[in-house]
């Protein structure tokens, strides 16, 4: 919960600065890029979190069984929990070859980012975008799994087990469920900004394109 919330959180604010232009964008990445053994960091902190997560979580859904004895969550919201979880990880299986691992030993550099997701947002078969539909499915299935995850992390702790911690669980419901929407149109902004060239809400912040004709070729 802790590790791959944080890397979450993170991932989506530094993604967002896409929203502020090319120019943030690509400032945040050289920033992470500076930091001492990312590679490690990254390995320790959120692809072993990941496995583990993923692991278990299978497990949970193909032996149907609850994390915790009793489950904090009614019978339809576990169903909606499991479901997310697992179309999470089939966009995982989706993601992380053609943007994390595109290029095998080596990390792709903001522009580049901003390239391939441009290209892979905005490309459609028969004039449907489905990879930018994929996108926004995920980040609805990404941030729900998370929020739901977090209240029932709260639920299942000593206080929120508690009878008289029923003000308790309302609260962290109204908060997961605050942090999760807020995740999720800040995720939805950014796929159609990468995908249209302009964002759902708000005014792209880019340079406007030159009106200046193109120089004759040497």
């Given at each position: ?93 989706m993601h992380l070859p053609e943007l ?48 739901a995850g977090l209240w029932g992390f ?12 029923r003000s308790l669980r309302r609260g ?47």
């Open positions: 919960m802790i590790p791959l919330g944080a890397f979450l959180v993170v991932h989506v604010a530094a993604n967002a600065r896409a929203l502020r232009g090319d120019d943030a964008f690509m400032a945040a990445a050289r920033a992470f890029e500076r930091i001492p053994a990312l590679g490690l960091i990254e390995a320790l902190l959120v692809f072993v979190p990941l496995a583990f997560h993923s692991v278990v979580g299978l497990w949970l859904v193909i032996a149907r069984r609850p994390l915790a004895q009793p489950s904090p969550y009614p019978p339809g919201l576990r169903i909606a929990v499991r479901a997310t979880g697992v179309l999470s990880l089939v966009f995982l299986a994390r691992f595109r290029t095998p030993g080596n990390r792709l550099g903001g522009a580049e980012l901003l390239t391939a997701l441009a290209a892979d947002l905005s490309s459609t078969w028969h004039g449907i975008p489905w990879r930018g539909a994929a996108y926004l499915c995920a980040a609805g299935c990404v941030t729900f799994h998370f929020a709260v639920a299942s702790t000593w206080p929120g087990v508690d009878p008289r911690g962290a419901a109204w908060a997961a469920a605050a942090l999760g929407l807020s995740l999720w149109l800040l995720l939805t902004n950014v796929v159609v900004l990468h995908a249209t060239g302009a964002p759902l809400v708000g005014t792209p912040d880019r340079a406007p394109a030159s009106t200046e004709p193109c120089p004759a070729p040497q």
